[in-house]
């Protein structure tokens, strides 16, 4: 085994790179592939970087709406089994009222854009 290793790399060392134009030739153009490569293509740095900023993104919206699910499953569930907050929730965003019952809104005065508030109260 310890000569075989010993053959190939005498053969490696003994091998002559070509000099001159050619050579720098190649040597640029292995450059130029392996920047192309490396940074731009469909596997370059650049793409997988903004793939993977991308793919936090998601994940952090999908963790946001697996929580809304949650909260509106025990929104849910609290209006099919709580009848207080059943009547609750249809007096403060439906409006509605008992039968019988008063029901007073206070209207806000509306502001003059001239004068403040307690120069009204004076008059």
Do not use: C
Not at 64 to 85: P, R
């Amino acid at each position: 085994m310890r000569k075989l290793y010993n053959e190939i790399f005498n053969k490696v060392t003994r091998l002559k790179l070509p000099k001159g134009k050619t050579a720098k030739f190649f040597l640029l153009l292995g450059a130029v592939f392996f920047t192309f490569t490396f940074f731009g293509g469909d596997f370059g740095f650049v793409r997988i970087w903004n793939l993977h900023q991308k793919k936090k993104e998601l994940e952090l919206e999908s963790k946001k709406l697996q929580v809304q699910i949650l909260d509106l499953q025990v929104e849910k569930d609290k209006l099919k089994n709580d009848k207080t907050y059943l009547e609750k929730m249809a007096r403060e965003k439906l409006g509605m009222v008992k039968e019988g019952e008063k029901v007073y809104r206070f209207v806000p005065f509306p502001e003059d854009s001239t004068s403040s508030g307690t120069s009204k109260l004076q008059q």
